[in-house]
């Protein structure tokens, strides 16, 4: 048995590499096609929304599809997306009437399989009979992390060596990854979140949870205070060291990226010795002292600084909240964690929108954006204070603990 589910999460961990793959991959292409297939910049800018709308949709409707047709079959969907989407790209573009209408099909395609990776993996990971289950949380949503630093390092080397016209043939490498996890989810056993003759809740039973609108809240907060500062990690990093471009988007993500997942990984190796509580509001703490430090310290290495300390304080954020909402809401089934994936994403989104749109108020002056943006660590974090106080004057139940 123990044997059996630790494969289960050896084949999550590597999902969510795929879906790293599946956001990072393209982004790094942009160029190319431009030259390559003479994009415009406005079509460009169409796939990434592209991309976020689609998984936005996957996260709102996927929850009874799933329940319907079961866990194994819809992960096992979500890797043929993500391999055939990724494999479009390489010839689609060819054979389309247009190079863009190729490129956006397979885009379409492949945030398919994304979207339902990010709405499968969770509760397969948190369905296991893990002794820790915040531990294994954090440590699933690491992958990720290391999933995008490893896109980007394995992809530059690649480019450096044979060059950006062979692009194909390291996008047909990456189909590889997603074929071979596919094989894999065929023959782990994936376990249910409820017990046997037990029913998950429905939206409407879940909307009528207190906590549960709270826990939506605080995704997308989560996602809020992440995303409004890694969107312009590469600029701090510009900025800071006075490199060029091509070394501030390898520098100032990555270091966002590996400091994050290394809070992830921390939390999933020393969580059974934490509390989840204690973890995300000292996190919070530090995420509100690096927004300070990026907005209001005008020195740009110390900004610098500031984005990659964010990317540690930020990373126990979602898979913390995911652990929570389980723990509180035991019949949440599918449907929570779709809602929470819907609640993250659009965090993901309204933060960099946020910061964009007050930075060009006060004449594209991003600090003043990123101040702006600090109100989503400081709601998340009054969030959970609100809801400790809660437990310890044992009134009606409020904001889930970590033991629920």
């Excluded at 094989?183 to 037990?198: D, H, N, W």
């Excluded at 907005?295 to 929570?324: D, H, N, Q, R, Y």
């Amino acid at each position: 048995m123990k044997i059996d589910y630790k494969k289960t999460m050896y084949a999550c961990f590597i999902g969510y590499i795929v879906q790293a793959v599946v956001n990072s991959f393209v982004p790094l292409l942009f160029v190319t096609f431009q030259k390559s297939y003479g994009i415009p910049l406005t079509q460009i800018t169409l796939l990434i929304t592209i991309n976020f709308v689609i998984q936005l949709l996957i996260d709102m409707l996927s929850a009874g599809f799933i329940d319907r047709i079961g866990y194994r079959a819809s992960v096992i969907l979500a890797h043929i997306c993500a391999a055939a989407g990724i494999g479009m790209l390489t010839f689609l573009p060819e054979i389309c009437p247009t190079p863009f209408m190729g490129i956006l099909i397979s885009v379409m395609v492949y945030a398919v399989g994304g979207g339902l990776l990010e709405v499968l993996v969770s509760p397969i990971i948190e369905a296991c009979p893990t002794d820790n289950k915040e531990s294994a949380m954090s440590l699933l949503h690491s992958f990720y992390c290391w999933g995008c630093t490893g896109v980007v390092l394995i992809s530059t080397i690649f480019f450096s060596i044979w060059g950006t016209e062979n692009w194909k043939i390291l996008a047909r490498l990456w189909v590889l990854l997603p074929v071979g996890n596919l094989i894999l989810f065929t023959k782990v056993p994936i376990y249910s979140l409820q017990e046997e003759g037990q029913k998950g809740m429905t939206f409407s039973e879940l909307t009528r949870e207190k906590v549960f609108w709270v826990l939506m809240i605080m995704m997308l907060c989560s996602g809020a205070a992440e995303q409004s500062v890694s969107q312009w990690a590469s600029t701090f990093a510009e900025e800071g060291l006075g490199i060029t471009k091509t070394l501030g988007d390898l520098v100032g993500p990555m270091s966002f990226s590996i400091l994050m997942g290394l809070s992830r990984l921390l939390y999933g190796k020393y969580g059974e010795k934490m509390d989840l509580d204690r973890f995300m509001k000292y996190s919070l703490v530090l995420c509100v002292a690096s927004y300070l430090c990026i907005s209001l310290v005008p020195v740009p290495m110390v900004e610098m600084i500031g984005c990659a300390i964010c990317g540690f304080s930020v990373g126990i954020l979602w898979p913390g909240t995911f652990s929570k909402a389980a723990a509180a809401l035991r019949r949440g089934g599918t449907v929570l964690f779709a809602m929470l994936a819907l609640a993250g994403d659009l965090g993901c989104s309204g933060g960099p929108t946020l910061v964009g749109f007050v930075s060009d108020m006060f004449g594209n002056n991003m600090r003043i954006g990123i101040f702006v943006a600090i109100i989503f660590p400081v709601v998340m974090l009054v969030s959970i204070l609100a809801g400790t106080k809660r437990k310890s004057d044992q009134s009606v139940s409020g904001l889930p603990s970590a033991a629920g």
